[in-house]
């Protein structure tokens, strides 16, 4: 999957930050959608509470004490709360899945409604993850939920396969206010905080989440079976930078559209004072292209380009899905575009979704086995080289084991 990360050049930081110091982590509770992290229309609302009554009764039984379970209404507000305390501990590193461009895009994220004086850094999801840092240097002690002793994990010491610490990545879903078709999940930590508003849904956010505070676990119940959470207080410092090899990972960067020689000098500059090589051969780091967006020949400046859709699938239907497949291969002329992969991919707790891949030679840059995260995806491939033709198909070992199951 591609994504980008889009930067202002109207200070230097900007890219100095990611380019030498690695990503950049923002509270939750500083993005503009304030419900983010606060689930609509939670699911699974009544195994929730018999599983934290279940767990309350034990913990009752440990302290002899005589407590009456909490209500409906006192259920729901303590989720509620937990809701809010939860979302409070995550940073989130965000991104855009995918290379289609939007004029509004470029005027939020680079903060220039001009769309002149920005940029955006693209890599892969799959470089992206293996530019995280997979080990502690220094495992701690796990220890119990204790809301009146937080700890912190220094920001060195993160990776995503401790016990004590988080680090999540995936795509967001967007919540549908009314008449929604899908409830979400409400008993995880970090689930909730892939949920924002469908107002945002126009992002396509690919995220990476860290919750230095505690490790995601389903949901610690009071004595009444109220669901509880802590609080960090984080008012003096909101922003967290996860160390990452970000140069290394950072396949191109791309101009806004309408910047000129003059934004693409200075960027060409700051990137050689920061030590990354510029250019399109194999002893530069990365390229620096023009926007799809500036009037310039789509074919004539990538080897590829590549969609998503799916996200918006709220009802898990196949219809959904095969309506956007009909329109990835109606989308672009094929004798520009003679090879299209469209590639499913899914998993338990991100359902499936499409991603389409246009090349612009019938010999693909990417291998059809290339595409997903085979550890934690199932994976089908189409590769198309005639509309009208039956395409070529891999698919992953989890993919062909999930056939196998449902009888397929």
Excluded at 32 to 60: C, F, T, V, W
Excluded at 164 to 172: E, L, M, V, Y
Excluded at 190 to 219: C, H, M, S, W, Y
Excluded at 315 to 324: M, N, P, Q
């Amino acid at each position: 999957m591609i994504v980008r990360r889009y930067r202002s050049l109207s200070e230097k930081r900007q890219l100095e930050t990611y380019f030498t110091e690695g990503l950049f982590c923002n509270h939750l509770t500083n993005f503009d959608d304030k419900n983010e992290g606060i689930l609509q229309h939670p699911g699974g609302y009544n195994s929730l509470k018999g599983a934290l009554a279940a767990d309350s009764m034990r913990k009752r039984q440990r302290m002899d004490e005589d407590i009456d379970v909490a209500s409906d209404e006192e259920f729901q507000e303590a989720l509620d709360q937990y809701h809010r305390d939860s979302r409070r501990q995550h940073f989130a590193n965000c991104w855009r899945l995918g290379t289609e461009e939007k004029d509004d895009i470029w005027k939020c994220y680079t903060q220039d409604d001009e769309m002149k004086s920005g940029c955006a850094v693209e890599t892969t999801v799959g470089q992206l993850v293996a530019a995280l840092p997979s080990r502690p240097a220094i495992q701690d002690e796990v220890g119990g939920f204790d809301p009146d002793n937080i700890t912190e994990t220094s920001e060195w010491n993160l990776s995503f396969t401790t016990d004590t610490c988080d680090i999540r990545f995936g795509t967001c879903r967007y919540q549908q206010e009314e008449n929604p078709t899908q409830d979400q999940p409400a008993g995880w930590n970090a689930a909730i905080t892939f949920f924002k508003g469908e107002d945002f849904d126009d992002e396509i956010e690919f995220r990476i989440l860290v919750n230095p505070f505690t490790n995601n676990g389903f949901i610690e119940s009071a004595a009444d079976g109220t669901p509880v959470a802590f609080r960090p207080d984080l008012e003096e410092d909101p922003f967290r930078k996860l160390p990452a090899a970000t140069e290394w990972m950072t396949n191109r960067l791309i101009l806004a559209p309408n910047a000129t020689e003059k934004e693409r000098d200075k960027v060409e500059s700051w990137l050689n004072e920061f030590g990354v090589a510029v250019g399109s051969g194999p002893d530069s780091d990365l390229e620096v292209i023009e926007s799809t967006d500036s009037g310039t020949t789509l074919q004539d400046k990538y080897e590829y380009t590549a969609e998503l859709a799916g996200l918006a699938n709220y009802d898990g239907s196949v219809e959904h899905l095969e309506h956007a497949m009909g329109q990835f291969l109606t989308k672009r002329d094929w004798d520009v575009w003679p090879v299209v992969d469209l590639v499913e991919i899914n998993s338990d707790n991100a359902g499936t979704f499409l991603e389409a891949y246009w090349h612009r030679s019938e010999d693909p840059v990417f291998e059809m086995n290339e595409y997903g995260h085979h550890d934690i995806q199932r994976v089908w491939v189409r590769r198309f080289t005639d509309p009208t033709e039956e395409p070529e198909m891999w698919k992953n070992t989890l993919a062909e084991e999930a056939e196998e199951d449902s009888g397929e």
